[in-house]
């Protein structure tokens, strides 16, 4: 058990005003089994009020709704909570079984699959270790060669990418292999932005593995949303009106 | 149900608006059919309001397309084809009853092109239109959304009979009209008219003799009756 | 039906000319889109009666009731509990391969648990009179509005069609529909979501708006705040909406949840309907009910479900998933209709005597691999 505090912050700047802006955030990390969070305080500017609520997958949803013209959006958190990853997540969804939109493997990673399967023969912790190993050695990490809307096969296909793509394509692997496995968004020690990992069922719970990494999830990580992939986890997503062409990103979190 | 959208209140007024002007528009062109029987050129003044000028060769070619061709905006059809569009997103709000005589007088207005006699022919439309009217008044519950209709129907007939110079004693009856309607139109709507202009056109309607002389600048700023206050001119 | 029972209500029915005139003048119209031009077409209508004796259509009735409550019960055990597939009544794979499976509706529990409020399930009468299921629609079923309109008309045209036979009124579905949307309101006004005018729909929706009296509404005219649901007047201001008769597809419901370059859906509005703001009718996710793999088990459901035999029953339908179906299916493939389960609408429907030697073989040879690939699965 690890006590940590985090902060997390983004800035959407547009290029030029917008209006009848719609956002649902998945910032702020919920309560479970293996985190337990001692306070978390949003901010959001410009003041907006907002709701929440908790969606299919647990995430923590808030919404809200800016009629006025604005040009930035920014929101952050700070919190403290306590971390202890032995002990274990059991929300199990059956839909964690099947390839989502950003995992279906195409021929390619579906040929990749079949010619590893039966070259290692374990338990299901051991297959996902193996797999992750496996990808460490084939995937660069790379930044800019992706973004957020690659797909596991599009990435596999480029052999490289960053933690989205090392998890989508995991996760792609673990399905093909019988496993169920979720995509995590959250923050870790290793990272400046946001980090995402996966988990894998064992059969009676969650098990983290941080594939761009290679390495087992310990305490030094804080889940914010899952789901079956990154588009049930997008950290903001909104829609709005106004003559803009850009809108610039600036992401930034500490983990302390 | 007592909520407007933005959009309806548009398409409310914009019917009003166009079906008037079909009607006006075909009694203008009735009278003036009726003189053209003595004098064989009469269309030319009715171009001249509104600034057309003459590529007809025929009175018959002028009468078949300011009332069938729906290409010529100036026509009956066109503003019956523009009437139908906005009532055709408006079933909920004014009932089929009502829309089915915009329906009928389109299909009037059709079989007319294919009849000897024209008048004879467009007598039943000016019965559809008075039809479609009554069906507003007793269809139309809700007296807000009535008024829009009212506002659109009563701007444009102004219009059309300051325009087509109509006489001095109907313009101020119809004026009367208006500002009854306007009265009540409730606040912070895009039916609230612009008081500089409404002044304007009032002074204006005030006196026949000015009204003589102004005309033209009462029309202008009946154009921005509804422009927010502080708007340029 | 008879010649001479035929011939017989023809004749009741009287004039379909006038009956077309006025559909006409009523505006009875369905749009298409020809060469990218939008048309819109005036329904024509047809005298020829579909006769169903009161016999037939009293069971028919209980028959499609049962068939609703079952379907019904089986959406909320998916989105919850799923005992179904956990008794081995359904295969898995068979819910969550579906496209019409949406796992943002996990555990979302409509008002009153009813998620089909509208269904249109389709019948087909065979030779020996007998009726059977030919698909369920649980989505966003339409055309209730034409026989409607069609049997006021009728009554004008040719009163003594109804005076002589004792003919059931079907007239009242405005009102049934409308009470169906007060059942699932959350508190708020009553409202139909139209994609808008250049929909082939749009005569229905704006039809059945005025016959119901909520408000006909596009998206744009629709905000969520504060996890509620509100109407944009042209004042400013904002009226709560409690139900939404949506005529719109899951899919394109809303663009933070569902597919982002919608834009014809509401954001947030899963968030406002998650937390019991909002009523939407038919409830999104029905799609996993209505799906030809599902179609397979419905007649399982009820007898698990509800403890009933099938009052109706589905047409002969082989799943090659199992392998007594499968060995019939190679047997009889030109004898059958073969239906593409991830398709819908028409689309992948294939009749097994219009294919040749050569094209049956490649059938039969796709689904022997379909088959042994979802078995390998397993």
């Known amino acids: ?137 084939l995937i660069e ?16 296909a480029l052999k490289a990418g960053v933690c989205q793509d090392f998890s989508h394509i995991l996760i792609s692997l673990l399905r093909m292999d019988g496993i169920a496995a979720r995509y995590i968004a959250g923050l870790a020690f290793c990272d400046g932005e946001t980090h995402s990992w996966v988990e894998y069922w064992t059969g009676d719970h969650w098990e983290g593995i941080d594939p761009a990494n290679n390495c087992a999830v310990n305490d030094d990580y804080l889940v914010i949303s899952q789901g079956r992939d990154f588009r049930d986890c997008a950290i903001d997503r909104g829609v709005m009106f106004g003559k803009y062409t850009k809108q610039l990103q600036l992401v930034r979190s500490v983990l302390s | 149900m007592g909520t407007i959208s933005l959009e309806h209140s548009d398409r409310l007024y914009w019917l009003g608006r166009y079906t008037e002007r079909v009607f006006t528009t075909l009694k203008t062109l009735q009278k003036l059919y009726d003189r053209t029987i003595d004098n064989r050129s009469g269309y030319a003044e009715y171009l001249g309001y509104f600034g057309l000028s003459d590529s007809y060769g025929s009175n ?94 009563t701007v444009e007939r102004l219009d059309l009979y ?14 009367g009209r208006l500002c009854k309607r306007l009265k009540n139109v409730p606040e912070n709507t895009p039916f609230c008219c612009n008081s500089q202009y409404f002044g304007e056109i009032e002074d204006i309607v005030g006196s026949a003799e000015k009204y003589s002389s102004e005309s033209s600048t009462a029309l202008v700023d009946l154009e921005h009756l509804f422009e927010p206050m502080g708007a340029a001119v | 039906m008879t010649q001479q029972n035929n011939e017989q209500c023809t004749k009741a029915v009287g004039n379909a000319d006038e009956i077309n005139e006025l559909l006409r003048r009523y505006g009875v119209k369905f749009g298409i889109y020809k060469n990218g031009v939008f048309n819109e077409q005036f329904f024509p209508f047809d005298p020829i009666p579909r006769v169903i004796p009161a016999e037939d259509f009293k069971s028919i009735e209980k028959g499609l009731v049962q068939r609703v409550n079952a379907l019904n019960e089986f959406l909320f055990d998916i989105y919850h509990e799923k005992k179904i597939v956990r008794d081995g009544i359904i295969p898995e794979d068979f819910i969550y391969i579906s496209k019409g499976y949406l796992a943002q509706c996990e555990g979302i529990t409509p ?6 409020h509208i269904s249109g399930i389709d019948l087909v009468q065979a030779k020996d009179g007998e009726w059977y299921i030919l698909e369920d629609n649980l989505r966003i079923p339409s055309g209730a509005s034409y026989p409607l309109i069609a049997r006021e008309l009728t009554r004008i045209a040719a009163p003594q069609a109804f005076q002589e036979n004792d003919i ?22 009553r409202a139909i979501l139209t994609p808008g005018r250049y929909n082939a729909a749009y005569f229905e929706h704006s039809y059945l708006a005025e016959h119901t009296g909520s408000v006909l509404v596009q998206n744009d005219e629709l905000f969520v705040e504060d996890n509620i649901l509100y109407h944009r007047t042209y004042s400013g201001g904002k009226t709560r909406i409690g139900v939404l008769y949506r005529r719109i597809a899951d899919e394109y419901l809303d663009p933070l949840n569902f597919l982002p370059e919608s834009l014809i859906g509401i954001p947030n509005l899963m968030e406002v309907y998650r937390s019991g703001n909002v009523g939407i009718i038919n409830a999104p996710g029905n799609g996993v009910a209505d799906d030809k793999g599902i179609y397979y088990f419905v007649p399982k459901m009820i007898k698990y479900y509800l403890d009933e035999e099938p009052i109706l029953h589905n047409a002969p339908t082989y799943l090659p998933f199992y392998e007594d179906d499968m060995k019939y299916v190679l047997d009889n493939l030109e004898k059958l209709v073969i239906k593409d389960v991830a398709e819908a609408g028409g689309y992948g429907v294939v009749f097994g005597n219009d294919l040749t030697k050569e094209k049956l073989e490649e059938f039969r040879r796709t689904i022997i691999i379909c088959r042994f690939s979802t078995t390998a699965k397993r």
């Open chain 2, 162 to 175: 300051m325009r087509t110079g109509y006489s001095y004693k109907l313009v101020k009856k119809e004026f």
């Open chain 1, 141 to 156: 990490y790379k930044k800019d060669v992706t973004d957020t809307s690659t797909t596991a096969a599009q990435a596999f």
């Open chain 1, 1 to 137: 058990m690890k006590r940590i505090n985090f902060y997390f912050s983004t800035k959407l700047t547009f290029d030029d005003y917008v209006h009848d802006h719609s956002f649902a955030l998945r910032i702020m990390p919920p309560e479970s089994t293996s985190q337990h969070i001692l306070s978390c305080s949003l901010n959001i500017s410009p003041y907006v009020p907002t709701q929440q609520t908790v969606d299919a997958f647990g995430n923590n949803v808030t919404a809200g709704y800016l009629r006025d013209d604005h040009r930035y959006l920014d929101f952050e958190i700070k919190g403290t909570a306590e971390v202890d990853s032995v002990k274990h997540r059991t929300d199990y969804m059956p839909c964690y079984l099947y390839q989502s939109e950003y995992t279906a493997p195409d021929d390619e990673l579906r040929k990749f699959y079949a010619e590893l399967k039966d070259r290692y023969i374990g338990s299901i912790p051991d297959r996902a270790a193996f797999f992750s190993d496996i990808l460490s050695d």
């Open chain 3, 111 to 116: 008002k009153n648990k009813v998620y089909s």
């Open chain 2, 60 to 153: 018959r070619d002028f009468f078949r397309s300011f009332l069938y061709d729906s290409t010529n905006p100036n026509s009956v059809a066109y503003s019956l084809e523009r009437a139908y569009d906005n009532g055709i997103v408006l079933r909920e709000e004014i009932s089929t009853e009502t829309l089915s005589f915009l329906q009928l007088a389109k299909d009037t207005l059709a079989k007319s092109e294919m009849s000897e006699n024209t008048r004879l022919s467009l007598l039943p439309l000016v019965d559809q239109l008075y039809a479609f009217w009554g069906c507003i008044a007793d269809n139309v519950y809700d007296e807000e959304k009535k008024n829009i209709i009212y506002c659109g129907k």
């Open chain 3, 168 to 189: 059931v009124d079907n007239r009242n579905y405005a009102k049934l529909l409308k009470e169906t949307m007060e059942n699932a309101n959350c508190g708020g006004i």
